[in-house]
């Protein structure tokens, strides 16, 4: 769960989600009434590394992010700057240092006659507490 609060933590921190989203950044689901475009982040995976000694404190998570919009271009415009804000980030995000955060995968599920769009990122996320 620890991965989810670090992408939130991150993604209302950038200017340039924040410049395409007028709904919220939310943790497995929004909420009906939520104002689109936004982000919905679901924790995939989780893997603790060990080593022979035991628990290395190394943890990485797997992190499916919904970037929603109401029209495909509202939805792939939000995930390029997810893309963007959390590829290749380093550093600490509140008690967690993240390792090293990048993209496992990317796709989209856009139709014509739907009323929700998505530009689907998942990321891996290799962090330890700081």
Known sequence: MKALVILRTLLLADAGV???RTGG??????????????VVLLLVSGLED????????LVEDRVRVWCRGKTAREAGELGA???AALQGYVGEVGDAYVQLCRVAMSTSDYQDSANVHRSIIDFNVSWNLA
């Open 18 to 20: 924040t410049a395409k």
């Open 81 to 83: 700057a997810v893309h």
């Open 25 to 38: 950044v939310h943790t497995n689901a929004a909420p009906q009434e939520d104002a689109m475009p936004n």
């Open 50 to 57: 060990f080593t022979h000694s035991g628990p290395s404190g």
